[in-house]
């Protein structure tokens, strides 16, 4: 079909409703005109009811009320034999090393539960459970060795 044929065809359809009315246009302009007069109301009145509010709390606070009640720093005294405690220097290689682990024991305990839930072979489980515990035992060798270090 040529685009002449297409163009006659669609001159000689009879003239199709549109789906919305002007009428339906104008209920729409009106709702959206309504529902912007609440909003505009509705942002003025909060903001004058926070003035208000803020304007009680000034009004009704009595002079002098709000105070600092601190000892000076002349009288406090430095506990005997105690230094202050410097920040923490966190070696981060540490901590990388054990959620490593602790990353890869929770992707194996994941393997392990769909395995149980699609009820797979225990002989099928049995390798992965035993990756779990060898991990384990490494993420507790780790977390031992860090505590040594700490010491």
Same mark, same amino acid.
């Given at each position: 079909? =040529?685009?002449?044929?297409?163009? !006659?065809?669609?001159?000689? &359809? ?6 919305? =009315?002007? /009428?339906?246009? /104008?209920?729409?302009?009106?709702? =959206?005109?309504?529902? &912007?007069?609440?909003?505009?109301? =509705?942002?003025? #009145?909060?903001?004058?009811?926070? +003035?208000?509010?803020?304007?009680? +709390?000034?009004? *009704? @606070?009595?002079?002098?009320? +709000? ?26 290689? !540490?901590?990388?090393? *054990?959620? *490593? ?9 994941? /393997? ?5 839930? !699609? @009820?797979?072979?225990?002989? @099928?489980?049995?390798?992965? /459970? %035993?990756? !779990?515990?060898?991990?384990?035992? %490494?993420? @507790? ?5 860090? +505590? #040594? #270090?700490?010491?």
């Amino acid at each position: 079909m =040529s685009v002449q044929e297409e163009l !006659r065809g669609l001159a000689a &359809r009879q003239e199709q409703q549109a789906p919305w =009315s002007y /009428e339906h246009f /104008e209920q729409r302009r009106s709702r =959206s005109a309504v529902h &912007r007069r609440v909003a505009v109301w =509705s942002a003025a #009145l909060s903001v004058a009811a926070l +003035a208000l509010v803020s304007g009680v +709390a000034l009004l *009704t @606070q009595p002079d002098g009320a +709000a105070y600092v009640a601190t000892t000076p720093l002349r009288s406090v005294q430095p506990v005997a034999g105690k230094e202050p405690q410097l920040p923490a220097l966190v070696d981060m290689a !540490r901590f990388d090393v *054990t959620s *490593t682990l602790e990353d890869h024991i929770a992707m194996l305990d994941a /393997e392990l539960s769909a395995g149980r839930v !699609r @009820q797979v072979p225990e002989a @099928q489980l049995r390798p992965i /459970e %035993s990756a !779990r515990e060898q991990l384990s035992a %490494s993420l @507790q060798r780790v977390s031992y060795a860090h +505590a #040594l #270090l700490n010491l």
